[in-house]
């Protein structure tokens, strides 16, 4: 099971990774080992064997509608590699959602 | 070396309560430590000298006041920088967060600190959790204390060579797909997964969301109880954690016993990749078991051969969604110009490492449309089967015992570069993983070939993580008998008494 | 644009489907103990969990889910007995996990429908699903020329919108409304701001974003089966612009049908000055949103007992309200859609239910009030007089103590705030005259006036007495009785 190049460029560019083309070469066969080897999963009969995707079968976990104490805006934008006007200031952006 | 970095937690606790010796000495003990070896051993990111001190003074300031004072008041504990923290950084082992101070301390650490531990710093890892050496650190490697040359293991390899060197009793680290127990066991030191859901994940920077679980390091089983017993509980800022009192893990570190207990051998983690002098240090601990009065029997779990691939889908799926949210817009690293789309993946492939690329490139992949059944949900499948594997086996015997992983701590740079290689250390530890369990990892001798240490993996249903302290305390005392001595007495260079 | 929606129709049936997005109004955010209070100083309500920190973790808002559940229900949706959140997983900077935290194949409610009275007659809407979500932050765009994206140099985000508890509310698609289709899809969205308004789940203003309609378009050739490609409409932020959207996408597509194109699977946006819609992101290249189950979240089972105690709860909602009213009013369906569209439902009933007579609580406050609140640009609701207050007014209408024309003026005073009307009748002296002979010195004088109108009355053309009533109104201030008045010259001229 193999990987195109092209295909993992688009994957790049879904999770936003601008990788360089040095790694693009490298990763299509590494990443094409990997899937070879996890597709293995597929060889389980699995029909009918429902999906687990909480393991502790938790349900109904709450919390009441009730202010909670909140960060200051100071402590929310301490991190923030720019700031204007008490906001996070961020590059254009291009195409609106 | 110092008599006090080579104390266990516990005795520590009991010199600080009679008056022996301060907070403050002990905390300065381990300070002088760090700056004699970490320079080495590398498994501090951060050490928080000024904090720790201010911490250790004030706790022995409410001892003299009369105030009542914990298990782990004035004990130095090394956390895994996955943990955010007040006043110190959280890098996640990442350049994307180099120097990033979160502004809200995670909940078990908050535990610890109000229960008077000293948060001695922060340790060493894998970038976000991912690897089992910590070459994958975008800060450097960590060093094995018993051989400076060879991996601690990952992802919380610092943790576990801080403890290893005495540069601290205790160490919390995460376990995800057996990056406590692996570290701990190449270490030749304690380390447990808890039950998932039993420790909170609140302030724990998510790898994968499902698998994630905080757990103790230590010297010996009591050690890793009384930071198992301090930093677990129901917290309601996690979801996912249960409501239900802490296992009684201390009081089975103290009473190790397995007289009439079932044991069941994994049919499954033995034969072509696993090391031989492993194998033969398993062996000889399951017949010590049967020689204390435990009932041993082999049990198949069919599936769990399926474990290593399930998981390198489930895992990566969800790390590609949890590290979405590092791109440079509100915290951590911003790299390049141009517009937010542009600066985004600029920053992302500026501050993310190989494996972290590979992982959300496979995670993308596994959960995109048109091949979601196939992968991501049929993993998800897998992982029933896995469950129902152990339940089928619970049923018959009351704990499962394997190899912790195939082989000793193998050298730096031996596997950095072949992916599948490095995937192969978590074979025996995955399953717990996946199903949500209890297992431990506690020293049972060392492997000829090299004298490096190996690991015996106890694992248990979820919630009797008390059935873990009972045999691997049985276990350690047994063997301390044999021996002469712990484990860490045989060892040599940094870990050397 | 050369086709006209009339023609359109001619040749095309228009079927529509809304999605519409409501902030609920909670005290706290969907996931964490963030307050909800609009217009806060930016970025100062906000905490790890809605800023999306490494290591945060959501927690579900009981009361949240309470009021999807009461949305459903009043929908006439079946409530999953056990369901998920899923994660939605795109890159935006007002998404501050780059994920948005929402339901997928396993919405809370599904399978309900909606009826909506267009023109006396019942549609009824179908419901596919309703489910949670969380909002995002929002975003000023700086340098551009209209302070929207297209031209910004850069943009400045505040995070205190980010993880308000969002209901999205799914019709399935509406066909076979014909030309009405821009009506219905309007009735469609009144009503249901009415649902929501009266469960109290929401404030659901439009102008506020606090409701959010998305509209899809379709058309199919007359007669034809097969339903056409879909456009969706973004920004449309009134119900006049539901309407206009509709009609205006509804004539676009006939005019690319007719040219023999092919209507492309789009986002467009609407323009309320122009009235019509354009092309936005399209939808061929459909994000792939890998949505999975949340991890964070566990599964949300509402028990039996609380979706019982839910509906037993329910207010009574707007349909069973109107078959009540239009029995107990003896109204028609139109004169029904009046009072409701007028916004004036609730003060009818309470000006009811202080004394006043249906016709009459419905006249004043269909006329002179609705007019007055048109002119301030507000509702009906908002004037500053009671229904208490009109009810007394229609009482000294009745007793004969006011005619229409000071009624007027009473109900000029209390909107004025001079007072409760018995103290602007007092203080502004607008009681009927209702003493004969305070009028007859006004009469007299208006007869002695107007010799040659005296002459025409005694000679026949009784009519002309209007000359005189008018003179003799003019005289009084408008305080008299009008018929009265024509009595009293009438006798006076026997």
């Known amino acids: 099971m193999s990987i195109t190049r092209d295909e993992v460029a688009h994957l790049a560019r879904l999770s936003r990774l601008a990788l360089s083309d040095e790694e693009l070469d490298h990763l299509a066969p590494q990443l094409g080992q990997i899937i070879s080897a996890v597709a293995q999963v597929q060889e389980v009969a699995a029909d009918g064997i429902p999906p687990t995707s909480h393991a502790t079968g938790l349900t109904n976990v709450f919390r009441e509608d009730e202010p909670a104490p909140c960060l200051t805006p100071e402590e929310a934008l301490s991190g923030a590699p720019a700031v204007e006007m008490r906001r996070f200031k961020v590059p254009r952006i291009l195409v609106e959602e | 070396m110092d008599e006090l970095i080579t104390m266990t937690a516990a005795e520590l606790s009991a010199a600080m309560a009679a008056g022996e010796v301060s907070a403050a000495e002990v905390t300065t003990a381990h300070l002088d430590r760090i700056a004699a070896v970490d320079d080495k051993v590398r498994a501090f990111l951060h050490v928080a000298a000024d904090e720790a001190l201010a911490q250790a003074r004030e706790v022995d300031s409410k001892r003299q006041a009369g105030e009542p004072l914990g298990p782990l008041a004035g004990v130095p504990v090394a956390v895994k920088d996955l943990f955010t923290t007040l006043g110190m950084p959280t890098t996640c082992g990442s350049k994307i967060l180099e120097g990033w101070r979160p502004p809200y301390e995670s909940t078990i650490t908050r535990r610890l600190r109000d229960a008077g531990a000293v948060l001695i710093g922060k340790t060493n890892m894998d970038e976000f959790a991912m690897g089992s050496s910590t070459e994958n650190s975008g800060f450097g490697a960590s060093h094995n204390p018993w051989d400076l040359d060879k991996v601690p293991g990952g992802s919380s390899g610092g943790s576990a060579a801080a403890v290893a060197a005495y540069e601290a009793p205790l160490a919390l680290g995460t376990d995800t797909g057996g990056s406590i127990r692996q570290p701990a066991a190449v270490c030749g030191i304690v380390g447990t997964k808890p039950t998932y859901g039993g420790s909170s994940r609140y302030g724990v920077v998510a790898f994968a969301s499902s698998l994630d679980t905080p757990g103790p390091f230590g010297r010996t089983v009591l050690d890793a109880a009384l930071l198992h017993e301090a930093m677990s509980g129901h917290d309601p800022m996690d979801s996912t954690s249960i409501d239900a009192p802490v296992p009684p893990v201390v009081e089975a570190a103290r009473h190790g016993d397995v007289a009439g207990l079932r044991i069941g051998v994994v049919t499954e983690f033995s034969g072509d990749g696993y090391q031989p002098g492993v194998m033969a240090r398993f062996t000889e601990a399951v017949e010590l078991l049967e020689s204390l009065g435990a009932k041993v029997t082999e049990i198949s779990c069919p599936h769990f051969k399926y474990a290593l691939p399930a998981y390198y889908l489930i895992a990566p799926s969800e790390a590609s969604s949890n590290l979405a949210r590092f791109d440079g817009m509100r915290y951590g690293l911003r790299a390049g110009t141009g517009s937010a789309e542009e600066v985004m993946a600029l920053t992302r492939a500026a501050g993310f490492g190989a494996e972290v690329k590979r992982r959300i490139i496979l995670g993308t992949y596994a959960l995109s449309s048109g091949y979601y059944d196939a992968y991501y949900g049929k993993a998800q499948q897998v992982r029933t089967l896995i469950i129902r594997d152990f339940d089928a086996a619970f049923g018959q015997v009351d704990v499962l015992v394997s190899p912790v992983t195939p082989t000793t701590a193998f050298p730096l740079g031996e596997r950095a570069d072949d992916p599948m290689a490095m995937y192969l250390a978590d074979l025996c530890t995955i399953p717990t993983d996946l199903a949500g369990n209890a297992a431990i990892s506690v020293p049972c001798g060392l492997a000829d070939e090299d004298g490096l240490p190996a690991g015996l993996q106890v694992m248990a249903p979820p919630l009797a993580d008390d059935r873990l302290y009972r045999v691997a305390a049985a276990v350690e005392a047994a063997l301390e008998q044999r021996w002469g001595h712990p484990l860490l007495a045989e060892a040599k260079g940094l870990t050397a008494k | ?494």
Request: charged share 25%; proline share 5%.
């Open chain 3, 1 to 494: 644009m050369t086709v006209s929606y009339e023609a359109a129709l001619g040749r095309y049936e228009p079927v529509f489907g809304l999605e519409t997005h409501v902030e609920l109004g909670t005290r706290t955010k969907m996931f964490c103990g963030c307050g909800t209070t609009f217009g806060a100083e930016p970025n100062s309500q906000t905490c790890p969990v809605c800023l999306g920190l490494p290591g945060s973790l959501p927690v579900v808002n009981r009361v949240a889910i309470e009021f999807a559940i009461k949305i459903g229900l009043a929908l006439n949706c079946s409530i999953a007995s056990w369901c998920r959140f899923a994660r939605k997983n795109y890159f935006y900077p007002d998404m501050p996990k780059n994920f948005q935290i929402s339901q997928y194949d396993e919405p809370l409610c599904v399978d309900g429908y909606l009826d909506v009275a267009v023109g006396g007659k019942t549609v009824r809407v179908g419901i596919e699903r309703v489910h949670l979500e969380e909002d995002t932050g929002k975003s000023l765009h700086v340098g551009g020329a209209t302070g929207r994206i297209h031209g910004a140099e850069y943009s400045l985000v505040d995070y205190n919108r980010a993880g308000i508890p969002l209901v999205e509310i799914v019709t399935r698609p509406v066909p076979g409304t014909g030309f009405l289709a821009p009506e219905v899809a309007r009735a469609y969205v009144t009503e249901l701001r009415d649902v929501l308004r009266t469960l109290g789940v929401s404030d659901v203003r439009m102008e506020e974003g606090s409701l959010r309609c998305d509209v899809n378009t379709s058309l199919s050739a007359r007669g034809s089966s097969v339903w056409g490609t879909r456009t969706e409409t973004k920004n449309v932020n009134s119900l006049r612009s539901v309407e206009r959207a509709i009609r205006s996408e509804v004539a676009r597509q006939a005019e690319v049908l007719d040219d023999g194109g092919r209507v492309i699977q789009e986002t467009r946006h609407f323009h309320e000055d122009t009235g019509v819609t354009t092309s936005g992101r399209s939808k061929e290249e459909a994000q792939d949103y890998r949505y999975f189950p949340e991890p964070d979240l566990v599964p949300v089972a509402p028990a039996e007992e609380w979706v019982k105690s839910i509906a037993a709860s329910l207010p009574e909602l707007p349909s069973a309200r109107r078959a009540r009213l239009i029995e107990a009013w003896s109204l028609s369906e139109l004169e029904f859609e009046a009072l409701r569209n007028a916004g004036a439902l609730d003060v009818v009933e309470a000006t009811i239910a202080h004394g006043a007579s249906p016709a009459d609580a419905r006249k004043w406050w269909l006329g002179e009030l609705a007019r007055r609140a048109n002119d301030a640009g507000i509702d009906v609701s908002e004037l500053p007089i009671t229904p208490a207050q009109v009810a007394r007014v229609a009482e000294l209408v009745a007793a004969g103590t006011l005619n229409d024309r000071l009624a007027r003026q009473v109900i000029d005073g209390v909107l004025d705030e001079e007072g409760t009307p018995d103290e602007v009748v007092a203080a502004r002296g607008l009681a009927v005259v209702s003493d004969d002979s305070a009028l007859l010195g006004a009469i007299d004088e208006a007869i002695a006036a107007n010799p040659d109108v005296v002459a025409r009355i005694r000679s026949g053309k009784v009519q002309a007495a209007g000359v005189l009533v008018g003179s003799v109104m003019k005289a009084t201030g408008g305080k008299a009785d009008a018929a009265r008045v024509r009595e009293l010259i009438m006798e006076r001229l026997a």
